[in-house]
C-alpha cells in the first residue's frame, strides 16, 4: 500500500522549507512529504496524484482553483479577509510547534507523524541490471522493467551510464539531476527527504533521478556512499523496487550488486560476448563474490523484429512481452 501523502505548498521558499524542514526534523513521517512553493506546481501533482494532507498558504489557496477532494486541507492564515468554512485555519505568523499543535487539535490522527516506522514497513527491493556485454537492450530492459512494475508498485530508476543521453532522449534539459542529490545526501542531510520530490521525474508512472551530466562527478562517488545513500532512499521514501542500470564506468559496482535483492544480466551468443562473460564471471570467481553469481539471471534475448521508439512505449511490443514473463515467472515467484 502506497503511502499517503502530506503537502505544504507556500509562495515564500524559505518559510515553505523551514516548515518542511521542522515536520521532517521531529521524527520519521508515516507519510510521504512533498513540498511546492508554486501553485502551478502543487495543480500539475494533483493532476496525477492524491494528496491526503494539505498545508497550504492563503495566498496560495486563492489562485488553486481545484483541490481535488483533499481529506484534510489546512490553510495558513495571512490576512483578516473573509474565509472559506470548509477548511481550517491557523495562523502562519508563529512557531512551527503551535501550528502542528493546532493541526493536531483539529486532527488527532495526525499523532502518528511523529512515530518511526517499523522496520516491516521497510521494504526497498533493489534490482541490479548489469553485463559486460554492450548494445545488449541493457536500458531498454531496465525501463521495461520498471515501467511494468510501476503499473502496480512505487518504483524508482536510477541510471549510472557514463553517457545516458536522457536530455535529448526526453528532450528536456533536467533543472537538477543526481549530483543534486549527491550533494543534499553530504552536506545537508535532513534536507534530502523535502528536495528529493521536486528532482524525481516520471515517465509512464515510472519515477527517475536524472543521471549527472558529468560522468568523472559520478566516478567520485565510492561504492560505500552509494550503498549509504540508497539504503536513505528506503527510510525517507515509499519506494518499494529501485531499478540500478549499472555500468562499468561507475566507483563502487560489484559493492552495489552485492547489496541487490536479484540480478539480471544480458548475453549474447556471438564471440565476442561469450568471452567478455567468461572474463567477468571468472572475475567474480576469483574474488569469491559468490554472493552476486547466486543472485544472478542471465538473460538471452531473442531476436526482436521492433522495438519501441517512444520511451512512454516501453510497456508495449515483444520486449515488454518477454520481461512480463520474467517478472511473474522469476521476480514475483522468489518474492512470494
Known amino acids: 500500500m502506497k503511502q499517503k501523502i502530506f503537502a505544504i505548498c507556500d509562495l515564500e521558499e524559505m518559510y515553505a522549507f523551514k516548515m518542511a524542514e521542522y515536520i521532517v526534523e521531529k521524527g520519521k513521517l508515516p507519510y510521504a512529504m512533498h513540498l511546492f512553493t508554486s501553485v502551478e506546481e502543487l495543480s500539475f501533482f494533483l493532476q496525477k496524484n492524491e494528496i491526503f494532507i494539505l498545508l497550504i498558504s492563503e495566498s496560495a489557496m486563492h489562485n488553486l482553483q481545484k483541490e481535488r477532494d483533499i481529506p484534510n486541507v489546512f490553510v495558513l492564515e495571512e490576512t483578516e479577509q473573509e474565509k472559506n468554512t470548509e477548511y481550517v485555519y491557523i495562523n502562519k505568523f508563529q512557531s512551527p510547534n503551535k501550528i502542528m499543535k493546532a493541526m493536531l487539535e483539529k486532527m488527532p490522527d495526525l499523532e502518528d507523524w511523529t512515530k518511526e516506522r517499523s522496520g516491516q514497513e521497510l521494504r526497498l527491493k533493489m534490482i541490479g541490471i548489469y553485463s559486460p556485454v554492450r548494445r545488449c537492450l541493457q536500458t531498454s530492459f531496465a525501463l521495461t522493467m520498471g515501467q511494468l512494475l510501476a503499473k502496480e508498485h512505487k518504483v524508482l530508476y536510477l541510471n549510472f551510464e557514463c ?24 552536506c545537508a542531510k535532513e534536507k534530502l527527504s523535502i528536495r528529493l520530490p521536486s528532482i524525481v521525474q516520471t515517465i509512464n508512472g515510472l519515477d527517475f533521478i536524472p543521471p549527472g ?115 511473474q515467472e522469476d521476480l514475483y515467484e522468489q518474492a512470494g
Open 213 to 327: 551530466q558529468s560522468f568523472l562527478d559520478m566516478q567520485g562517488i565510492s561504492g560505500e556512499k552509494w550503498i549509504e545513500l540508497l539504503q536513505m532512499f528506503e527510510q525517507i521514501t515509499d519506494y518499494e523496487y529501485l531499478i540500478l542500470d549499472l555500468t562499468d564506468g561507475m566507483n563502487g559496482l560489484f559493492e552495489l550488486l552485492s547489496h541487490c535483492y536479484k540480478i539480471y544480466t544480458i548475453t549474447k551468443d556471438d564471440g565476442f560476448a561469450m568471452a567478455k562473460m567468461h572474463q567477468y564471471e571468472q572475475i567474480l570467481q576469483l574474488n569469491a563474490m559468490d554472493n552476486i553469481v547466486g543472485k544472478t539471471v542471465k538473460c538471452r534475448f531473442p531476436f526482436f523484429e521492433k522495438l519501441p521508439s517512444d520511451l512512454n512505449l516501453m510497456t508495449h511490443g515483444e520486449l515488454a512481452g518477454y520481461v512480463k514473463a520474467i517478472i
Open 163 to 186: 553517457y545516458s543521453g536522457f536530455s535529448q532522449m526526453f528532450h528536456k534539459e533536467f533543472s537538477a539531476d543526481m549530483m543534486d542529490v549527491v550533494y543534499y545526501f553530504k
